[in-house]
């Protein structure tokens, strides 16, 4: 699979995890995909949020993971 083919997935997937962000009071946005590492933005709730980390790893990086060949982690900008 090519870079901007796992980027366009990647995006996706970051759209399908958003409203579930959301529903707690946060957002995350897709910032860009380099060297097979996803960069994302977390916004509202989850700035300062202690849990943070939980949501990324256990959360956001596990679905990535599981769902887009090629990834092999996730990184907050």
Not at 69 to 76: A, M
């Amino acid at each position: 699979m090519d870079e901007k083919e796992i980027e366009r997935q990647a995006a996706e997937v970051i759209e399908k995890i958003r409203p579930y962000i959301k529903r707690d009071g946060g957002d995350i946005r897709f910032v860009k995909y380099e060297d097979g590492i996803v960069y994302v933005e977390m916004l509202g709730a989850c700035v300062g949020c202690s849990l943070i980390d939980t949501t990324l790893t256990d959360g956001v990086e596990a679905i990535l993971l599981e769902e887009v060949p090629g990834i092999i982690g996730v990184e907050q900008v």
